[in-house]
């Protein structure tokens, strides 16, 4: 028989919505975190027991919670932080729905101790699974603390979802190392059982922050990150980006942050991940820490209760401007610090006269140096500056076993893979071809190409890569395509047959792709295939060619498989192989 409709009971509704916003004890740590973050704190303590389930403690120094509006703070939609639907459409603190307090005062037993600023003395309340308790003075300097003991006691079924305790503290953990990527300038600490697990003191300068995020990611990531600045209206993207060589097997260590908060966002990792799928060995994933900022009307963060999801406004356009940066940075990679101001050398600013010309984007690399770069325009990546000088890879030595290039350099001895370096060199300019006018080479003769039915299906696919990056080439029978002319780049290379692999390249499912149908994949296919091969023997005037056609490649230092190109041993370190004092 069918219930007569009621409204539900304020405890129950309360609980209801603590399924929503509080699915575990990591996330009542995000919500009193954001608040002590939203009530402006620089020092932000955390104690947790038994993964938190016993125990949640968190202790600021905010503005504090003024004594008449303690009973208000655990009520239902009441905040501080909104009062109109404006102040909703443009909100940049990281609370405003007014239901993380109520919620977890309904499954738990809650208690506030607060000084507001200005006040004489502090107070006290507590509530135990919704039922507002006493209430009355208490001892406090200025600041909030929170205490949150036996989660989910009021609501046992929710207990049985609780995973181990370490599991719940790593997910604690994980969330106060956000917490810490996100205010650079706040301290934080978080004790477990009494014992230090984290520590973060304040970090103002360049060289404190990155000892805080190398704490977290690895030290490794701090030490060779390249780092990213670029700004497009009014949306601006800093942090940093591994390089592609230090790839991971898993997606962790990839931090979002936008506007300040740290998010889950699907578009903004899809961006990043086509940006590196050029210099990234398959499966393989980056590490990274990004911040976005952006105007608080241009994204919608009231999308879940737990305010981890967005949704962009213009979502392809931050898809296109992330992608765009972070393909730029990959291509000054470790080049980057070559074009710095302030180090006397002869640097030199990405083409000034290309248009459109967009403000340069400063970011600091070391303390004192600053990188200048110009922002990715349209789909073009700036143009990757060695040295003014040209001869950044200096002067051929010798062939080395057949595989390496071996050249002196301004500062020691450089071993270049001329197999992938030369891969990267030609995939780069077969990839500039595209859309534009390919110079093409004509054959001497026209040249039939067998193939059966299936493999056309696949072959046709495949022809308008082929076609746009130089390869005059027609069907004209249901199992033959007829080549007239290949790219003037592989006038060398056999290129019928390697024109037949490439043909028959199938698509990788990663969907998105800017050239479409996979093109990129077949451009890769005939780089690697036109690319010397090992053991063969190079003149000195070819490998000096390879040389200088690597200074002016972007993305040199990787491969398309995302390997080394080539490794530099500096002078000092030679010399210390014998022992030279210097
Ligand atoms: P919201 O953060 O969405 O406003 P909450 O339920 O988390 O909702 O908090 C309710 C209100 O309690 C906040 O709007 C704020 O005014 C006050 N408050 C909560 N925690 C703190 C704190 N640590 N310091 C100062 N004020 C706080
Ligand atoms: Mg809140």
């Not at 940006?275 to 952006?294: C, E, F, K, M, T």
Request: hydrophobic share 45%; charged share 25%; with cysteine.
């Amino acid at each position: 028989m069918r219930l007569p409709i009621k409204v539900l009971p304020e405890v129950l509704v309360n609980q209801i919505a603590a399924g929503e916003v509080i699915e575990r004890p990591a996330a009542v740590v995000r919500e009193l975190v954001d608040n002590s973050l939203d009530a402006g704190a620089t020092r932000i303590e955390i104690d947790v027991e038994r993964g938190g389930v016993q125990l949640i403690r968190v202790r600021d120094n905010g503005e504090g919670i003024a004594a008449d509006d303690l009973v208000k703070a655990v009520a239902r939609h009441a905040t501080s932080k909104i009062a109109s639907q404006d102040d909703l459409a443009a909100v940049s603190s990281l609370g405003f729905r007014g239901e993380a307090l109520p919620s977890i005062a309904s499954v738990a037993r809650l208690q506030i101790v607060s000084r507001a600023a200005g006040e004489s003395q502090a107070s006290q309340l507590s509530v135990t699974a919704g039922e507002i308790g006493t209430q009355g003075p208490a001892a406090r300097e200025q600041g909030t603390t929170v205490e949150v003991r036996d989660l989910f006691f009021a609501v046992p079924a929710r207990r049985k979802f609780l995973r181990s305790e370490r599991t719940e503290l790593a997910h604690i953990v994980d969330l106060v190392e956000r917490a810490a990527l996100s205010r650079f300038n706040v301290s934080f600490r978080l004790r477990c059982n009494g014992r230090d697990l984290l520590d973060f003191p304040a970090a103002g300068s360049l060289a404190e922050q990155t000892t805080r995020f190398g704490s977290i990611l690895e030290p490794q990531f701090a030490a060779d990150s390249i780092p990213v600045a670029a700004r497009s209206g009014p949306v601006e993207l800093a942090g940093w980006i591994a390089q592609p060589t230090a790839s991971r097997a898993r997606a962790d260590r990839q931090y979002w942050f936008v506007n300040g908060r740290s998010v889950h966002d699907r578009l903004l990792a899809s961006a990043v991940r086509v940006a590196y799928r050029d210099v990234l060995y398959h499966g393989r994933h980056p590490a990274y820490l990004l911040y976005l900022s952006i105007d608080p009307e241009l994204v919608d963060v009231n999308v879940h209760p737990a305010k981890q999801e967005i949704r962009f406004r213009d979502s392809s356009q931050v898809h296109a401007f992330v992608r765009h940066a972070i393909e730029d940075a990959l291509a000054r990679g470790s080049t980057a610090a070559s074009a710095t101001i302030g180090s006397g050398a002869s640097a030199r600013l990405p083409d000034e006269s290309s248009p459109p010309q967009l403000p340069l984007a400063v970011a600091r690399a070391d303390d004192g140096e600053m990188i200048v770069t110009r922002p990715a325009a349209g789909g073009q990546s700036a143009p990757m500056v060695r040295e003014a000088a040209g001869a950044y890879f200096g002067r051929v030595l010798g062939q080395v076993h057949g595989i390496y290039v071996l050249a002196e350099t301004a500062r020691g001895l450089a071993l270049i893979d001329m197999h992938a370096a030369h891969e990267r060199v030609l995939y780069e300019r077969l990839k500039a071809n595209v859309g534009g006018l390919a110079a093409s080479q004509r054959l001497l003769e026209p040249l039939t190409i067998s193939l059966t039915t299936r493999e056309m299906q696949q072959a046709l696919h495949n022809l308008p890569a082929c076609a746009a990056a130089g390869f005059d080439i027609t069907q004209i029978s249901e199992q033959a395509l007829l080549l007239r002319a290949v790219p003037a780049l592989l006038r060398d290379a056999s290129a019928a047959v390697l024109l037949r692999e490439a043909l028959l390249v199938e698509e990788r499912s990663e969907a998105g792709h800017h050239l479409g149908g996979g093109a990129e994949r077949v451009l890769a296919e005939i780089a690697c295939r036109a690319a010397v091969k090992a053991n063969r023997r190079l003149a000195t005037d070819e490998m000096t060619a390879l040389l200088r056609d690597m200074e002016h490649t972007v993305r040199i230092d990787q491969c398309n498989h995302g390997r080394p190109t080539w490794v530099e041993f500096p002078l000092a370190e030679i010399d210390r192989w014998f022992l030279r004092g210097r």
